[in-house]
């Protein structure tokens, strides 16, 4: 993902993390998860456990196509989304 001066992200006990890899394949936590599994799959976990923020992440190879359509999938499922960003080096 591209590099930013924001600050760190505050951490979220209810956080989800979905990463999207240099070949397009996507991870749910730590599991691999096909595309069209994301919208259920999403929407299962909120119903068990409520709407928590999902996290997006990606490398600087990941196509931003891919992460785009993940976003959809997770707006589709109603879930508040955050992107994860490497910060930049200070001098």
Do not use: C, H, N
């Amino acid at each position: 993902m591209p590099q930013t001066e924001a600050g760190a992200v505050a951490p979220v006990e209810k956080a989800l993390s979905i990463t999207v890899d240099a070949d397009g394949k996507i991870f749910l936590q730590d599991s691999e998860i096909e595309f069209e599994e994301l919208v259920p799959k999403l929407t299962a976990i909120s119903e068990t456990f409520g709407t928590g923020q999902v996290w997006v992440r990606g490398d600087a190879a990941t196509s931003y196509g891919d992460v785009a359509r993940v976003l959809v999938r997770i707006k589709e499922a109603g879930l508040p989304v955050t992107l994860l960003t490497d910060q930049i080096a200070q001098p």
